[in-house]
C-alpha cells in the first residue's frame, strides 16, 4: 500500500446535469480567479455528473461553491468504490487507518484502483456524543423508493456515530451517491460508482430560481436566461469592486447577474425605446409596461441598486469612451439579426447632407450592422479598453455543420480560453466564448480576419426558407397520396 497526501483532503463535487459544455470553462474560471490549487483524483469528463478532487483545506470549496451555479453539492469524501459492498469494506477499514492520509492501493493511479481508505480522523470528528446527524441518499439515472433509500442508510449502522439522530438541521449531514451513468433507456442493475461522506456546502442553484425571467420585473424578447447570465458573470471572472460594461445591455440581464456578484454596471444599447421600458411588452396578456419597469428597476427588485452605474442610448460602431478608460469585464449578447436588429447609425445614399432647419430634431437614420464589422468592433473595443489579464465573454451564432474553431473572431491582444456551445436547433447554435486580454500592444488598425467566416443571419433565413419549401412539398406528397390511396379504396367497394 502507498500513502497519499497528507495535507490535502479529497471532495467529490456532484453536478446539475445540464449546460454539460459550459462546466469545464464554469469552474476553472473560478478555481483560476481564487487561484485555488487543485489536484484531480479522476479525469474529470462530462459523461460523469462529478468531480474528484483534493484541496488544502474546506475553505477551498467553499469558496468554489460560493461561486457555481452548476454544482450541486460538495461532500468530503470517507469511501469511494465500484461496488457497495466495497465502500462498505473501505469504510470499515478507514475506522483502521491511523496514517492520518488517504491509503490507496498500489496500482490505484487516478481513481482506477478500487480501494481508497481515508483517515480515521475524518470519521472521528464527527462521532461526537453532543453532535446530531443524517444520512441522504442521492443516485443518479435511477430513482429509489423510500423503504429503499431506508435499507441503504441502515446499511451505515456500524459507523461510531453516537449523536442524535435529527433531520431537520443536524449538526453533520452524511450522504451517499450512486452513479448508474448517464443513458436513462440503458441502466444498469448495479451501479458504476458509489461515494459516502461528509456533505459540506451546496452551489449556487437558489440564484437561478431567485433570478429568474418570470420574476423580472423588466425582460424583453431576447432577455438572457437567469442561469446563462450567472455563468457568463462567472467566466468573466466578476468580483466585487469591478466595473463591467454590456455594450448591447437590451433589458439588462447581465448586468443584473454581474452586480449579483459585486460588480458596479454600465450598459448602453441603440434602441432607446427598450433602454426607456417603451417597447411593446413580452408578457402574454400585459398591454402595457408598467412605470417602474426599467433597467434600474431590475437593479433596484434585487437590491443592487448601488451597484447601478447607468446606461446609455448609442451605437457601439462610433467611438464613445476615452483612449485610456478601462473596464474589468465586458459581457454581453450581441444581436444576431433574427429576433432582434443589427443596426448602427448610417445611410444609404451618398453624399447626402442636412440642412440646418432640420437638424435639430433630427433623428438619425440606421443601416444594417453586419455581424462581421460588428464582431471586429467588439473584440477591436475589448483590446483597448479591458485591463490587461480581464476578461469578454460573449455569445457568437452559428451554422452548426459550418462550425470550426479556427474560424472564431480573433485579435491579437486576445488569448480565447474558453469556448462552449449551447444547440438551439438541429442546424443552429451559439457558442460562449470568453477572451482573455494579454497585452496592451493594441495594432493601429486591428482587423478581425474572421468575423464574417459565419453569415449566420442570411444562412438562418435562408434555411427556414428552405424548410418551409420542405414542409410545403412533404404535405403536397401527402395530399396527393392520400388521394390515391381514396381512388383505390373506391375501386374496392364498387
Not at 347 to 358: A, P
Request: aromatic share 10%; glycine share 6%.
Amino acid at each position: 500500500m502507498q500513502n497519499d497526501n497528507k495535507m490535502w483532503r479529497r471532495y467529490l463535487m456532484w453536478f446539475a446535469h445540464e449546460h454539460l459544455d459550459f462546466r469545464h470553462a464554469e469552474m476553472h474560471s473560478i478555481i483560476s480567479l481564487f487561484k485555488i490549487p487543485v489536484k484531480f483524483i479522476e479525469q474529470p469528463t462530462i459523461r460523469k455528473p462529478y468531480w474528484i478532487v483534493e484541496l488544502p483545506s474546506e475553505d477551498y470549496v467553499k469558496k468554489i461553491a460560493s461561486r457555481s451555479v452548476l454544482i450541486k453539492n460538495c461532500i468530503e469524501l470517507w469511501s469511494m468504490a465500484k461496488t457497495e459492498a466495497q465502500l462498505h469494506s473501505n469504510l470499515r477499514n478507514s475506522l483502521k487507518n491511523s496514517t492520518g492520509s488517504w491509503v490507496v492501493g498500489e496500482n490505484g493511479v487516478s481513481g482506477s484502483c478500487d480501494t481508497h481508505l481515508c483517515p480515521k480522523e475524518l470519521i472521528e470528528a464527527c462521532c461526537s456524543p453532543k453532535k446530531s446527524f443524517k444520512v441522504e441518499v442521492e443516485t443518479f439515472c435511477k430513482h429509489f423508493t423510500l423503504k429503499e433509500k431506508v435499507q441503504k442508510i441502515e446499511s451505515f449502522e456500524y459507523l461510531p456515530l453516537e449523536g442524535p439522530v435529527k433531520l431537520n438541521k443536524p449538526d453533520i449531514t452524511l450522504a451517499y451517491l450512486e452513479f448508474y451513468g448517464d443513458d436513462p433507456n440503458n441502466v444498469p442493475d448495479q451501479p458504476y460508482d458509489v461515494f459516502f461522506g461528509k456533505w459540506i456546502v451546496d452551489g449556487q442553484r437558489d440564484l437561478i430560481q431567485y433570478h429568474s425571467l418570470k420574476k423580472r420585473h423588466f425582460i424583453g424578447n431576447t432577455s438572457m436566461d437567469a442561469q446563462l447570465s450567472l455563468l457568463m458573470s462567472n467566466q468573466a471572472q466578476v468580483k466585487t469592486g469591478d466595473i463591467v460594461l454590456d455594450p448591447f445591455v437590451g433589458s439588462g440581464s447581465l448586468l443584473v447577474s454581474a452586480a449579483h456578484f459585486g460588480a458596479y454596471v454600465w450598459g448602453s444599447d441603440i434602441d432607446f425605446m427598450m433602454l426607456h421600458g417603451r417597447t411593446r411588452p413580452t408578457r402574454v396578456g400585459q398591454k402595457m409596461r408598467a412605470k417602474e419597469e426599467s433597467v434600474r428597476g431590475n437593479m433596484r427588485q434585487y437590491g443592487t441598486e448601488s451597484s447601478y452605474l447607468d446606461v446609455l442610448v448609442s451605437d457601439f460602431s462610433l467611438p464613445l469612451w476615452k483612449q485610456g478608460f478601462k473596464f474589468d469585464a465586458i459581457v454581453t449578447d450581441p444581436p444576431y439579426g433574427v429576433r432582434e436588429p443589427t443596426e448602427k447609425i448610417g445611410i444609404e445614399r451618398d453624399n447626402y447632407k442636412l440642412s440646418d432647419e432640420h437638424l435639430v430634431n433630427h433623428i438619425p437614420s440606421k443601416v444594417e450592422y453586419g455581424l462581421q464589422q460588428l464582431y471586429g468592433d467588439l473584440l477591436n473595443f475589448a483590446a483597448t479598453h479591458l485591463e490587461i489579464g480581464r476578461r469578454l465573454v460573449c455569445w457568437y451564432p452559428l451554422v452548426r455543420e459550418d462550425y470550426h474553431e479556427d474560424q472564431l473572431p480573433s485579435h491579437p491582444c486576445l488569448s480565447l480560453v474558453a469556448n462552449s456551445e449551447q444547440v438551439l436547433s438541429k442546424l443552429t447554435a451559439r457558442r460562449l466564448l470568453t477572451y482573455e486580454k494579454v497585452h496592451d500592444d493594441v495594432p493601429s488598425q486591428p482587423l478581425d480576419t474572421n468575423g464574417g467566416s459565419h453569415n449566420f443571419r442570411e444562412k438562418y433565413f435562408a434555411m427556414g426558407e428552405m424548410t418551409r419549401r420542405e414542409k410545403k412539398e412533404r404535405k403536397s406528397e401527402e395530399m396527393a397520396a392520400y388521394a390515391l390511396y381514396k381512388m383505390a379504396a373506391k375501386k374496392d367497394v364498387t
